[in-house]
């Protein structure tokens, strides 16, 4: 046997855990206790800074330098010591007695009474903490004289270190690598970063009356969307996608899938065969292959999962293991159960810092009555009221099939456990689906 957490240890640790009525704050307790050590197992790799676009950062890193290496100004003016201007109220005049450019270090003196024509970026001279912005000056021959006394001494300079300080963490292991971040890793002068090895996850549908796009489609029969709105996430978290196709509901088809699945990738996410009717044979196979557990959430949509690690060997702890998410079938729960369980359980694994896509609260546009002990996701649309306020209003039928109302919707609307009603007006949580791109 390996040793890896199994689940009765994560779930011996949690206070009021019931598989058959499980809140959502418990099913992620759970899931962070089953992916969270894959972390210490997740190879780090080195990559170009560009490349590290997207990527989970694996170690601290350290500011080698100063950020900006010198004092500097921040507008294009004239440099002087700042001290002078405490003297007297008469209007300040200045002899210009050198030139200091960005990349172009004025080297000399700058003695009382003078000042240095100095570009924004430039080192400040030898002498100088304080600059003047051009346009509050008038030039007459070799001097100057202030036409403005809004200068206090220090403004407009920029100080060594202000941006990143040498020996400090520039950015912390953990961290998702946004183009802040890129331009930020270049300004200290690293071409490389070390990063988490991309995860891999294989997915596929299960049903017999599931069609593939492409295939006629018989009566009775549906296409396969989940395995498209599933590969649109997955891509989004940038991990490495297997698409396994549809296997049908039969116990050595799924059986062979699942160790398939287990040997290749990290992690398994399939949809379907999880409700109560079809629960039951997929049970027993599964324990044959690892240790997995049945829910019944209490959410909506989104209520049946199976969750847990499979093997691809002979027995349970052999050969190589998976995190398995077992989502339910119906197309919008798939949505849901990914944004709030999947996605959370593979940045666990990643080491990401917790960033979870921030929830919002914001003005409902309307009443929305819903019942308490459970936590219900409604697909919502938010906009910007006539006053200027962020709104959110739902988006139609809300059935856990209707992918029309999730295409319509940009956030999900959050409905708390202990909720019963949200009347117009009041705030309500959201999660939105895209911050910027
Ligand atoms: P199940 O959980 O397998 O009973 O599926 C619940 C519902 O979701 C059924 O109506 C299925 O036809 C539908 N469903 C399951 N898998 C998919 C899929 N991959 N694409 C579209 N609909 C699906
Ligand atoms: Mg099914």
Same mark, same amino acid.
């Given at each position: 046997m390996s040793a890896l957490t199994n689940l009765d240890q994560i779930v011996s640790c949690i206070t009021g855990y019931d598989p058959?009525?499980?809140?959502? /704050?418990? !099913?992620?307790?759970?899931?962070?206790?089953?992916?969270?050590?894959?972390?210490?197992?997740?190879?780090?790799? *080195?990559?170009?800074?560009?490349?590290?676009?997207? *990527?989970?950062?694996?170690?601290?890193?350290?500011?080698?330098?100063? &950020?900006?290496?010198? /004092?500097?100004?921040?507008?294009?003016?004239?440099?002087?010591?700042? =001290?002078?201007?405490? &003297? =007297? /109220?008469?209007?300040?005049?200045?002899? &210009?007695?050198?030139? !200091? $450019?960005?990349?172009?270090?004025y080297s000399g003196e700058c003695p009382a009474g003078a000042c240095i024509r100095i570009m924004t970026g430039a080192v400040m001279p030898r002498g100088c903490n304080t600059v003047i912005p051009q346009e509050f000056t008038e030039r007459q021959g070799e001097e100057i004289v202030f036409l403005s006394r809004a200068v206090r001494s220090g403004d407009n300079r920029r100080l060594a270190g202000e941006d990143l300080a040498a020996g400090h963490p520039a950015l912390q292991a953990g961290r998702i690598i946004r183009p802040a971040d890129l331009g930020l890793v270049a300004s200290l002068g690293y071409a490389e970063l070390p990063v988490r090895r991309r995860l891999r996850v294989a997915f596929f549908s299960t049903g017999d009356e599931l069609r593939s796009v492409g295939e006629p489609l018989e009566a009775g029969c549906v296409y396969d969307s989940n395995r498209y709105t599933i590969f649109g996430m997955l891509r989004r978290l940038g991990v490495d996608v297997v698409d396994m196709g549809v296997i049908a509901d039969q116990p050595e088809a799924l059986e062979n899938a699942f160790r398939r699945a287990a040997e290749s990738s990290d992690a398994i996410v399939t949809s379907g065969g999880v409700s109560v009717g079809e629960a039951d044979f997929i049970k027993s196979m599964m324990a044959k292959l690892g240790d997995v557990t049945f829910w019944r959430i209490a959410m909506r949509p989104g209520r049946p999962m199976a969750f847990g690690r499979l093997w691809s060997g002979e027995a349970v702890g052999e050969g190589q293991s998976a995190v398995l998410f077992g989502l339910p079938g119906n197309p919008v729960a798939v949505m849901v159960t990914f944004y709030i369980f999947v996605r959370h359980g593979l940045l666990t694994m990643l080491g990401a810092q917790a960033e979870q896509g921030l929830p919002l609260n914001v003005v409902s546009d309307e009443r929305i009555p819903k019942k308490p002990g459970r936590t219900e996701y409604r697909r919502?649309?938010? $906009?910007?009221?006539? /006053?200027? *306020?962020a709104k959110v209003r739902t988006t139609g039928g809300q059935g856990s099939g209707i992918l029309r109302s999730m295409s319509d919707a940009n956030c999900l609307v959050v409905l708390d456990h202990e909720t019963n009603l949200i009347e117009k007006g009041e705030p309500v949580k959201v999660l939105p689906f895209d911050g910027l791109v």
């Amino acid at each position: 046997m390996s040793a890896l957490t199994n689940l009765d240890q994560i779930v011996s640790c949690i206070t009021g855990y019931d598989p058959d009525a499980l809140p959502v /704050d418990k !099913a992620l307790e759970v899931i962070d206790g089953l992916c969270a050590p894959v972390t210490q197992t997740l190879a780090i790799e *080195r990559v170009a800074v560009r490349e590290a676009l997207g *990527r989970v950062l694996a170690e601290d890193l350290i500011s080698p330098i100063n &950020v900006p290496s010198h /004092d500097n100004s921040a507008m294009d003016g004239y440099a002087f010591d700042g =001290s002078q201007l405490q &003297v =007297s /109220d008469a209007q300040v005049r200045l002899s &210009v007695v050198g030139e !200091a $450019f960005a990349g172009r270090v004025y080297s000399g003196e700058c003695p009382a009474g003078a000042c240095i024509r100095i570009m924004t970026g430039a080192v400040m001279p030898r002498g100088c903490n304080t600059v003047i912005p051009q346009e509050f000056t008038e030039r007459q021959g070799e001097e100057i004289v202030f036409l403005s006394r809004a200068v206090r001494s220090g403004d407009n300079r920029r100080l060594a270190g202000e941006d990143l300080a040498a020996g400090h963490p520039a950015l912390q292991a953990g961290r998702i690598i946004r183009p802040a971040d890129l331009g930020l890793v270049a300004s200290l002068g690293y071409a490389e970063l070390p990063v988490r090895r991309r995860l891999r996850v294989a997915f596929f549908s299960t049903g017999d009356e599931l069609r593939s796009v492409g295939e006629p489609l018989e009566a009775g029969c549906v296409y396969d969307s989940n395995r498209y709105t599933i590969f649109g996430m997955l891509r989004r978290l940038g991990v490495d996608v297997v698409d396994m196709g549809v296997i049908a509901d039969q116990p050595e088809a799924l059986e062979n899938a699942f160790r398939r699945a287990a040997e290749s990738s990290d992690a398994i996410v399939t949809s379907g065969g999880v409700s109560v009717g079809e629960a039951d044979f997929i049970k027993s196979m599964m324990a044959k292959l690892g240790d997995v557990t049945f829910w019944r959430i209490a959410m909506r949509p989104g209520r049946p999962m199976a969750f847990g690690r499979l093997w691809s060997g002979e027995a349970v702890g052999e050969g190589q293991s998976a995190v398995l998410f077992g989502l339910p079938g119906n197309p919008v729960a798939v949505m849901v159960t990914f944004y709030i369980f999947v996605r959370h359980g593979l940045l666990t694994m990643l080491g990401a810092q917790a960033e979870q896509g921030l929830p919002l609260n914001v003005v409902s546009d309307e009443r929305i009555p819903k019942k308490p002990g459970r936590t219900e996701y409604r697909r919502g649309q938010l $906009f910007i009221g006539p /006053d200027g *306020r962020a709104k959110v209003r739902t988006t139609g039928g809300q059935g856990s099939g209707i992918l029309r109302s999730m295409s319509d919707a940009n956030c999900l609307v959050v409905l708390d456990h202990e909720t019963n009603l949200i009347e117009k007006g009041e705030p309500v949580k959201v999660l939105p689906f895209d911050g910027l791109v």
